[in-house]
């Protein structure tokens, strides 16, 4: 009996408790809001909504500054298969244990700013003015991996006799 009380008492203020979050901070709080949806799901991995419309977005600026006509369902289609590729791609990197330490990301980035005649900084801001130095990073360092997992793929496919 004393332990039904106890349960009693507390549930009592923790409903007082609630009544005064809601009566001090309104329904604000008490709402639910959605920050972002799932685009697609992807094996273990998610492709949310607000990175299809920015991938959408810049497929739709690219075909308007070569001056090519493409409808945006279309762009749409095409930006969720390139980000599933991509997902698909960096898990398998991550399935065949494929890891950059900060070293041999320093490295390859001094490396691809040498062959292109730039600067590391340069590279990163390529990325997108609004990504801080750290997201940058890791697209690059996506975007490396990526390119490794092609480059095995292939020299896995050439036999030399």
Same mark, same amino acid.
């Given at each position: 009996m004393k332990l039904h009380n106890n349960l009693g008492q507390k549930l009592g203020k923790l409903a007082s408790l609630s009544?005064?979050? %809601?009566?001090?901070?309104? &329904?604000?709080?008490?709402e639910e809001? /959605?920050? @972002?949806?799932? !685009? !697609?799901?992807? &094996? &273990?991995?998610?492709?949310?909504e607000s990175e299809l &419309?920015?991938?959408?977005?810049?497929?739709?600026?690219?075909? !308007? !500054?070569?001056?090519?006509? /493409? @409808? #945006?369902?279309t762009a749409r289609r095409q930006a969720l298969?390139? %980000?599933?590729?991509? #997902?698909l791609i960096l898990q398998i990197a991550q399935t065949n244990g494929a890891e950059? *330490? @900060?070293?041999?990301? @320093?490295s390859t980035l001094e490396s691809a700013a040498l062959r292109n005649n730039t600067t590391t900084d340069k590279i990163l801001k390529s990325y997108g003015p609004n990504? *801080? #130095?750290a997201q940058a990073r890791e697209k690059f360092k996506e975007d490396y991996l990526i390119n490794e997992i092609r480059r095995s793929s292939v020299r896995q496919r050439i036999h030399i006799s």
């Amino acid at each position: 009996m004393k332990l039904h009380n106890n349960l009693g008492q507390k549930l009592g203020k923790l409903a007082s408790l609630s009544t005064v979050l %809601l009566a001090l901070f309104g &329904n604000a709080y008490a709402e639910e809001q /959605v920050l @972002d949806s799932t !685009a !697609a799901v992807v &094996n &273990n991995g998610i492709i949310l909504e607000s990175e299809l &419309n920015t991938h959408t977005q810049k497929l739709l600026s690219k075909y !308007a !500054a070569t001056g090519a006509k /493409v @409808d #945006e369902i279309t762009a749409r289609r095409q930006a969720l298969q390139s %980000l599933i590729t991509r #997902e698909l791609i960096l898990q398998i990197a991550q399935t065949n244990g494929a890891e950059v *330490t @900060d070293m041999q990301l @320093d490295s390859t980035l001094e490396s691809a700013a040498l062959r292109n005649n730039t600067t590391t900084d340069k590279i990163l801001k390529s990325y997108g003015p609004n990504l *801080t #130095e750290a997201q940058a990073r890791e697209k690059f360092k996506e975007d490396y991996l990526i390119n490794e997992i092609r480059r095995s793929s292939v020299r896995q496919r050439i036999h030399i006799s």
